[in-house]
């Protein structure tokens, strides 16, 4: 019966084929959309019955349109675009492109320009006006160091973020010290320093932003580790190059005393370079992380603390090396050095005890010149004591590095003013011919505030 319904099939649709007004089967992909939907209907439901008989008794050309009926570009599987269509749309989009600038530019065209007041030289010269004017002297424009703009940065000690927000951004202050502390995995306190420094022990005043109030950090410099408590201590990671600087001056063995050392930034790396140190800051904090670092960086054979004022300092620190002098020191080798030492049968020169100092560091920039006049009374006596020795230079003569602060326009005017300080402070002509002179910049603080370093040797007084 199946057989015979098949025949029938084959018949009826042979006969559909063969009906002058049915379309051909022939080439049917590109002749499909010129059927009408009845002729389409009509090859459709001759193919599917077709295909109920045996595939063997099928045409090339039923095969073919039995194809395209199940798999070929039409209805839903028409392609969206079609031959030539991708040039068409890249001609639509430039032209509508085109069109979009004309228009833009167009109404532009009629617009009336910017306002006077929104122009970078309006709005210069309005600052200018209330500067002359001596507008908000105490935070805003016409506050010392003002700066325009919004906070860009901050800067990191250890785990510790610090800004120095004006007061304007006093609203978002605690939003701003979040987001440092979001956006930074390291960091796990955010503060702001609240004024500029001006107590003796240079301590900023500071609020906490964000995060926790704990203020002991540990950072590194000129590969020494050292401990402190922010808020006790000063600290400034903006002098690390003159730090190095100084180091650099300094010999091993040679004896250096340092003023106003603060926790050690010069002392501890400069006795890890085997130099022997006498380190001192009036700041107990001071004092106390000094020690701490000391023994954190194990130089205690080289750096003695101490918690002086600095008058006080220069004026014992040679008598009490002259009782406790530095003693026959071999150097704090690296661990290669060391292994190497063990191997070999000689022994590592050592180094004879020293009971006088080759330089002095004063990193007190907004007084330390003052300190000066410690100096003359303190080095007559020695010059005197040794006038028939022959002694090294450094004895009665060593090097004094002293910081400060000037506000001369430029280096000549600086050389001038520092040198008059220098000299009324000492009692003594301080000039750029005396010798080992040098006036290093150091950096700008602020408009009109250069911080400087100002070497000499000690005058011969006698
Ligand atoms: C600007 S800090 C420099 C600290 C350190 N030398 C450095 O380079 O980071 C000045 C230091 O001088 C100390 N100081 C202030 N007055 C002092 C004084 N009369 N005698 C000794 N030290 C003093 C402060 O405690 C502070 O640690």
């Known amino acids: 019966m199946l057989r015979n319904l098949s025949l029938k099939s084959t018949r009826q649709f042979s006969g559909v084929r063969c009906q002058s007004t049915l379309p051909s089967l022939t080439n049917l992909n590109a002749s499909w959309n010129t059927l009408s939907t009845e002729e389409k209907q009509a090859v459709y439901t001759g193919i599917v019955e077709r295909q109920k008989l045996n595939w063997n008794e099928l045409s090339l050309e039923e095969k073919r349109a039995a194809y395209f009926i199940s798999f070929g570009s039409h209805g839903p599987r028409k392609a969206l675009v079609e031959e030539g269509g991708n040039t068409k749309v890249f001609v639509g989009v430039v032209a509508s492109l085109a069109a979009t600038a004309a228009l833009y530019f167009g109404i532009r065209s009629f617009a009336a320009p910017p306002p006077q007041t929104m122009s970078k030289e309006w709005q210069e010269a309005s600052t200018e006006y209330m500067r002359e004017q001596n507008s908000n002297p105490i935070s805003g424009v016409s506050s010392e160091g003002y700066k325009d703009g919004t906070p860009s940065g901050f800067t990191q000690t250890g785990h510790l973020a610090h800004f120095n927000l004006k007061p304007e951004f006093n609203t978002y202050k605690h939003l701003i010290g979040q987001v440092i502390l979001d956006k930074n995995q390291n960091i796990d306190t955010v503060v702001n320093k609240l004024d500029t420094i001006d107590n003796q022990f240079r301590v900023f005043p500071m609020e906490l932003l964000a995060g926790a109030p704990n203020y002991i950090v540990t950072t590194k410099e000129s590969d020494s580790v050292f401990t402190f408590d922010f808020s006790k201590v000063y600290w400034n990671s903006r002098l690390s190059t003159e730090h190095s600087r100084i180091i650099n001056l300094f010999k091993p063995f040679q004896v250096v005393a340092d003023v106003m050392a603060g926790v050690g930034p010069f002392a501890i790396p400069s006795g890890r370079n085997s130099t022997r140190f006498l380190a001192n800051d009036l700041n107990p904090d001071s004092f106390h992380w000094l020690k701490h670092n000391i023994k954190q960086n194990k130089v205690d054979s080289f750096v003695r603390p101490s918690n002086l004022d600095g008058r006080e300092f220069i004026k014992s620190a040679h008598k009490s090396l002259k009782s406790n002098p530095f003693p026959e020191t071999t150097p704090i080798l690296t661990q290669k050095q060391q292994k190497e030492l063990k191997r070999s049968v000689t022994q590592f020169p050592t180094h004879p005890p020293q009971d006088y100092i ?48 000037s506000k001369a326009e430029d280096k000549q005017l600086a050389t001038a003013e520092i040198c008059e300080r220098a000299t009324n402070a000492l009692d003594h002509p301080i000039t750029p011919d005396i010798d080992d002179y040098n006036l290093h910049h150091v950096r700008s603080v602020a408009p009109n505030k250069e911080m400087y370093c100002l070497s000499f040797r000690i005058p011969q007084f006698v």
Request: net charge negative.
């Open 358 to 405: 080759d330089h002095y560091v004063m990193n007190l920039p907004a007084t330390a010149i003052e300190f000066l006049d410690a100096f003359k009374p303190t080095y007559t006596e020695i010059q005197q004591q040794n006038k028939h020795n022959q002694q090294a230079l450094s004895l009665t003569r060593p090097m004094v590095h002293v910081h400060c602060f």
